[in-house]
């Protein structure tokens, strides 16, 4: 969620002799340091509140043509919908991290940060004719947020800070040929950011910020037989750089914090095969683009790869999923709110047919963000040696869905 991020560091190193310098010139380097960016990216959510997105770890999203929530994953599926759809649900993300090592001095220091958030799910659809479907949705599409034991890097300063983007799509799906149906969503994000600060009991501070932007997604789906077919999406990238948040200090004075970002553009493709009248296959792939931001982020691209199985028997579907994702930072390009390396995630639920057709939805993942070495620097010189010791996020998700 950060740029390079020179100037905390700074802040860090300075607040050891702080003994030196007077409480106004402390404030002053506060105020110069927040002129650089703090964010420049964040985690974003494969899992959208609803039973078949969070049971197969994000894996059915590409292919997703049960009901409503498909405005979020897949317009294109929209056209599989009766004369209308609703979904609704909640997910509730519990997310940790542990980090251990030593700062530019030697000395060994360490960080935890932990967060609890709900994050709501909720679309609606209607057939207009034959061949068109409109639908609207709202749902969290991403975002970080930590409250810190101990700063950031084990040395203090950030005691908090979140970033929550939340999307509105309005959608349309048309049904081009009895194979092939094709669709869209004009994508309407809020984000939310925030940042509490103090450096030793000397000067505290908190400021938050919000900025809507606008994207697009494009979808298509193709029936390959009658038992299998394939879904792409491509989600534009959303801007929200050059904004700031004004932070005001516990002495009376502000600073201005860079809180630009922007969420990558993404391309998933995906199948999905009923292997038998019970028994369903699901595969997709994709990749986020964060290399498009290089000048404000030296990220790599992420690249998934997933697969997912669903049984169906007696009005309940179970379903479990597995999910890689490739590393978004190289060891010495971590940054420490950011610090993810090759990830995993594994979902598995049940849902419950009721006999007038709508479903309820229990389901549950485990995203594990890596364990790992991590060196943190200023151009090619270190300020924090160690290691992510922990890193996930529990998703627990109720929905409900006709």
């Not at 879904?231 to 050059?242: E, M, Q, R, T």
């Not at 010189?381 to 996020?393: H, L, S, T």
């Amino acid at each position: 969620m950060q740029k390079r991020f020179s100037s905390l560091v700074k802040i860090e190193r300075f607040s050891y002799s702080r003994s030196c310098y007077e409480q106004k010139l402390l404030t002053l380097a506060l105020t110069s340091a927040f002129s650089a960016n703090v964010f420049a990216g964040g985690i974003l959510l494969h899992e959208v509140a609803t039973f078949d997105s969070v049971s197969s770890a994000g894996v059915s999203n590409p292919t997703n043509r049960t009901d409503a929530s498909a405005a979020i994953t897949s317009p294109a599926g929209l056209t599989a919908i009766g004369d209308y759809s609703f979904s609704v649900g909640l997910q509730y993300l519990d997310a940790y991290s542990e980090q251990n090592g030593v700062n530019a001095p030697g000395n060994r220091v360490s960080t935890s940060g932990e967060n609890q958030s709900p994050v709501p799910s909720l679309a609606y659809a209607y057939r207009l004719n034959r061949d068109w479907v409109i639908a609207a949705s709202l749902h969290g599409d991403g975002g970080l947020g930590m409250d810190y034991e101990n700063g950031r890097s084990g040395i203090g300063i950030i005691d908090e800070e979140s970033q929550e983007a939340l999307n509105v799509h309005f959608a349309t799906a048309y049904q081009a040929s009895p194979n092939l149906s094709v669709g869209g969503a004009l994508v309407v994000q809020h984000l939310m950011t925030s940042v509490d600060l103090s450096v030793a009991n000397m000067v505290s501070g908190s400021g938050d910020e919000g900025n809507t932007a606008v994207s697009f997604i494009l979808s298509g789906m193709y029936d390959l037989t009658e038992r299998t077919y394939i879904g792409i999406n491509y989600k534009h990238k959303v801007d929200h750089s050059d904004k700031t948040v004004d932070v005001n200090l516990s002495n009376g004075s502000n600073a201005s914090v860079d809180v630009g970002v922007n969420w990558p553009s993404r391309l998933d493709l995906g199948i999905s095969h009923k292997l038998t009248e019970k028994v369903t296959l699901k595969a997709m792939t994709g990749v986020e683009f964060w290399s498009d931001f290089s000048d404000a982020l030296d990220a790599n691209d992420i690249y998934t790869l997933g697969g997912a199985a669903q049984y169906q028997h007696n009005g309940w579907t179970y379903q479990a999923g597995l999910r890689y994702d490739s590393a978004m930072f190289d060891t010495d390009k971590m940054v420490p709110e950011l610090a993810i390396a090759e990830n995993w995630s594994f979902g598995l639920g049940a849902e419950k047919a009721r006999s007038n057709g709508h479903r309820i939805g229990l389901a549950y993942e485990y995203r594990n963000l890596g364990t790992h070495d991590v060196t943190y620097s200023i151009g090619d010189v270190p300020y924090f040696d160690g290691r992510m010791d922990e890193q996930r996020i529990h998703v627990l998700s109720l929905s409900y869905a006709y």
